[in-house]
């Protein structure tokens, strides 16, 4: 029976670590461990029979990293099909006369993707095509991506396992304690995510211990109705007589995997620290369970990577920001002719802070690359607001650049009922699972009746349908004609709206500010045809959220209309307005000096732009020290600490530190004419056997921001060279980094080392698999969970 029909009917259970049992094995530290898929075989199926025989329905094939980009760090990355299907063989004979399933294993690539980093879209599809072709070509009965922590890289990986062949795929992320990934995605974004494309279920694994997921996988079985995978580490490591020890036994991760089915848990395993016993335990206490059906009703649901936006036919009606578009804007129109983002990031911040829920981007300005436009503005304002975005363009090449770069799932503005928009836009809405408005026009033009307008309504509803996207995720926009010109028409528009919701069940929208061109004091008319449409039953409009008279329209209409259940918002946000205590959004004042100005590029990550300020600056006669003390580091500090704060996550916190860095590369020549102001030396180093560094990378650059100089040894680094590095730099702190619970075992060792060779240098530890407490056992001075805390950590160790 394939994986499709069991998850569907039965409780199936999934095998536990892969590493730590090969290491048990003999495998080398720092060795390649997908190499042993053709140097030791027999030790491979060794591995998946124990777990077969602890009662696991699934087995993963041993290719966690056997991926291109992270063979080459051991010079294997011609061999990516070969070790990959050779895992999958192995699996498969042992699985047979079990009647098991196999899982081919993919983690991430272990760089980020832009705009947070250098990887294009196509460059990270191709390599994930590579991986899952290969696996499909061998026979794998399902896919499983695993221990991802940023949604855009899971969104590429899904559409290149879709491509490589029809088999089942499986989404699993690493959650922190926080209930967040790394890049600020919390599970219901996730879930929202990945469920238009094309997984057969969504999970859970890795990082933490199953005391720590159970709130995240909550949250997962009331985000979808998808199956769920849970595979939590055997607790947190800790490290005892020299050895990494899991404190979380058999029974207690047993009590778990009870508990998680009556959550609603479908898919029971373990990761980092749990074996075969773990699992067998998993199975006794599992087997006689029965599945928890789970029918929720969710409405159209649109994200960015780290926020959810609902649009339900009940619920609060919402602004789309409409302030992207140069319509109208010659400062707009211009920046995007010159290829900068100032305006774009100043008014996407604006627009949310005045309540826009979403907001629409549009870069159509005659005679430039609007592909490289619209690029350029979706990478600025995804990475600075966590409004989900609506794309807002009449050429398919631009909408589907824009999806690409995308890390959640969009709106796309918009298809319509012609036959050449539904053979462009919809495939696209398809593959990049995101939303649509559909207009209420086809080869005709716009009909005349309401009547008329629900027919073009109902017909795209079926064309979406049968090309698998759910009706919830279309939105119609009846599209209001000018009432100056056509007052028959706005009647028409309102019944529209009360027939699509009435019939189909489908949410709507307008723009509507259209009604009123062509008359005066235009807002008078705007507003009181919004007060029209929300009691027709609008669900959303474009509009211009700094526009008050609309906001408060948009308000007080929800709670006429009893969409504001107990007028709950609409107190909520009159009791702020009027210096309640509820708590209001994030709001940038206004830059009118040198200073303002550089320090808000640095909170919005403006480096495009931060040169051009910094020189501004300095003509008006300001020094590179008083940018440094007054705006820079100030804005630097302001982020470190929102980030602390959960207001800001791992995307902002990176933009902000190119942005500095771009910052010192300006300033450095004059800085150099002054007396140093270096902090401290720090080695930096991910230790032996461990081939992950974006934790590090991004330390590096947070420690060079704040004065340190940073000597970055890179990944895989023997104790001994980080050693000798400290000597011949005179370093005042040594930070080591690691992810993988196999390599953290190095970290005594350097520490020891530190200590006999009489070095006055401190060491702190940070990294995933670490904790307070291990670095407490080790003896190191300090342990970090983030790069904020590590900067702070590392200014405390050299005062």
Known sequence: MSFRNRVEKEILVIDGAMGTLLQQRGLPSGWCPDEWNVSHPEVIQEVHRLYLEAGADIITTNTFGAIRSKLADYGLEDRVKELNQAAVTLAKEVAKPYGALVAGSIGPLGKFLQPLGEISFDEAYQQFFEQCQAMVEAGVDLILFETFGDIGEMRVALIAAADAGDVPVVASFTFDESGRTFTGTDPETAAVVVERLGVSAIG???????RQL??????????TNLPILVSPNAGMPEMVEGQTVFRETPEMMADYAVRFVEYGASILGGCCGTTPLHIKAIRQSVKELTLKPRHRLFGLRLASRVKTATIDPKGMPVAIGERLNPTGKKALQAEIREGKTEITRRDALAQVAAGSAILDVNVGVGGVDQVAAMERAVNAVQVLVDAPLCIDSTDPQVIEQALKNYHGKALINSVNGEEQSLDTILPLAKRYGAALIGLTLDDQGIPATAKERLAVARKLMQRVEELGIPKQDLMIDTLVLTVSAQPEGVPETLNAIRYIKRDLGLTTSLGVSNVSFGLPNRGLINTAFFAMALAAGLDAAILNPQDQRMMETLRAAAVLTGRDVRAEQYIAREQTAQGGNQPPKVSEPVASTPLEVLYQAVLSGDKDNVVDHINKAIDSGLSPMELLDKALIPGIEEVGRRYGAGIYFLPQLMMAGETMTKSFERLKPELAKGPSRKLG????????????DIGKNILSVMLANHGFEVIDLGKNVDNQEILQAAIA???DIIALSALMTTTMVHMPD????????GLSCKVMVGGAAVTDQYAQEIGADGYAFDAVEAVDLAKKLVS
């Open 204 to 210: 859970v694994n890795c990082s933490v211990g199953p």
């Open 214 to 223: 159970a709130d995240v996988v909550q949250r997962l079985t009331q985000s």
């Open 681 to 692: 030396t720090v080695i930096l180093a991910t230790v032996k056997g461990d081939i992950h």
């Open 729 to 731: 730099h005179q370093a």
């Open 750 to 757: 350097c520490i020891a080392k530190v200590k006999e060779a």
